[in-house]
T-cell receptor
Framework: GIQVEQSPPDLILQEGANSTLRCNFSDSVNNLQWFHQNPWGQLINLFYIPSGTKQNGRLSATTVATERYSLLYISSSQTTDSGVYFCAVEEYAGGTSYGKLTFGQGTILTVHP | ETGVTQSPTHLIKTRGQQVTLRCSSQSGHNTVSWYQQALGQGPQFIFQYYREEENGRGNFPPRFSGLQFPNYSSELNVNALELDDSALYLC????????????FGPGTRLTVT
């Protein structure tokens, strides 16, 4: 099956700093999503981005499907950005979707005041 | 618009027992997927339900089973509980015919003693 690798595994920042999280995947994908998992376990949708670039406030994401990677940018980080960030992909299955998202191991982000 | 809901929030069971977890999909969504997240790991796909039938399955044994009801809500049943079944169980809903963005519920934290 498809492999998803996220880097770095851990990231510690001071408030106000910028950061880039990376997600590499091993095969073609139908779907790619970025999530933020809060301390209570809830996965919050950040971006649905199988290709291209999107921005939402201080966050933006870019997926280069042909090169099999995606980047999540966080600018002017805040303490509330702390948590685990997951990239998840759905492997391309010839036009059929089975809804199977494969997650990376996550990046643990800690933002200090 | 109502988001994905799950019940119960927490559950403690004894090894060998059976458990049922419940999920109500986001309004307008007709597909439900279940994931298991062990501590420190990314979520792993268990299965997806569409039109009250299993539509795809991950690498989980048959003692993990599910149901989907006409109102698109779903149950996850786990028989003969093992200590390794202790995890956060997440439910996600989406539209069918995708791939479409998946939205997650808050999860049920299961502890098996």
């Amino acid at each position: 099956g498809i492999q998803v690798e996220q880097s770095p595994p851990d990231l510690i920042l001071q408030e106000g700093a910028n950061s880039t999280l990376r997600c590499n995947f091993s095969d073609s994908v139908n779907n790619l999503q970025w999530f933020h998992q809060n301390p209570w376990g809830q996965l919050i949708n950040l971006f649905y981005i199988p290709s291209g670039t999107k921005q939402n406030g201080r966050l933006s994401a870019t997926t280069v499907a042909t090169e099999r990677y995606s980047l999540l940018y966080i600018s002017s980080s805040q303490t509330t950005d702390s948590g685990v960030y997951f990239c998840a992909v759905e492997e391309y299955a010839g036009g059929t979707s089975y809804g199977k998202l494969t997650f990376g191991q996550g990046t643990i982000l800690t933002v200090h005041p | 618009e109502t988001g994905v809901t799950q019940s119960p929030t927490h559950l403690i069971k004894t090894r060998g027992q059976q458990v049922t977890l419940r999920c109500s999909s986001q309004s307008g969504h007709n597909t439900v997927s279940w994931y298991q997240q062990a501590l420190g790991q990314g979520p792993q796909f268990i299965f997806q339900y569409y039109r009250e039938e299993e539509n795809g399955r991950g690498n989980f044994p048959p003692r993990f089973s599910g149901l989907q009801f006409p109102n698109y809500s779903s149950e996850l049943n786990v028989n003969a509980l093992e200590l390794d079944d202790s995890a956060l169980y997440l439910c996600a809903s989406s539209l069918a015919g995708g791939p479409y963005e998946q939205y997650f519920g808050p999860g049920t934290r299961l502890t098996v003693t």
